[in-house]
């Protein structure tokens, strides 16, 4: 099982990014899949996640910025991230947790995700 997270980089304040998490080794019909973010000092907090059947759960901080989005069909999850601020910076990771096919639930605790991908670095700056 592994989880690919990409698409981080340095964008303005204001401006978007689109993270993919790839998953493979396993069906994606089987997890839900949460994006989670860390920055320096800080704890990793759930940002975004995504049940088997594509009930959504976004943190206050991103709710109507950020939209998360499955295509199993590619085994990938992405996150479109828009109107990016400097707070959003940090290290996001994709991780999976083990679910019913048709479950509407996405966990928010990091204790219940099984894998997680490596993390892709988010830095918006001027």
């Known amino acids: 099982v592994q989880l690919q997270a990409s698409g981080g980089g340095l964008v303005q304040p204001g401006g978007s990014l689109r993270l993919s998490c790839a998953a493979s080794?396993?069906?994606?019909?089987?997890?839900?899949i949460g994006w989670f973010r860390q920055a320096p000092g800080k704890e990793r907090e759930a940002v975004s996640c995504?049940?088997?059947?594509?009930?959504?759960y976004y943190a206050d901080s991103v709710k109507g910025r950020f939209t998360i989005s499955r295509d199993n069909a590619k085994g990938t999850v992405y996150l479109q991230m828009n109107t990016l601020k400097p707070e959003d910076t940090a290290v996001y990771y994709c991780?999976?947790?083990?679910?019913?096919?048709?479950?509407?639930?996405?966990?928010?605790?990091?204790?219940?995700?099984?894998?997680w991908g490596q993390g892709t670095l988010v830095t918006v700056s001027s």
């Open positions: 991780a999976a947790a083990s679910a019913n096919p048709s479950s509407n639930y996405a966990p928010v605790q990091k204790t219940s995700y099984d894998y």
């Open positions: 995504i049940s088997s059947t594509a009930g959504t």
């Open positions: 080794g396993f069906s994606l019909d089987d997890y839900a």
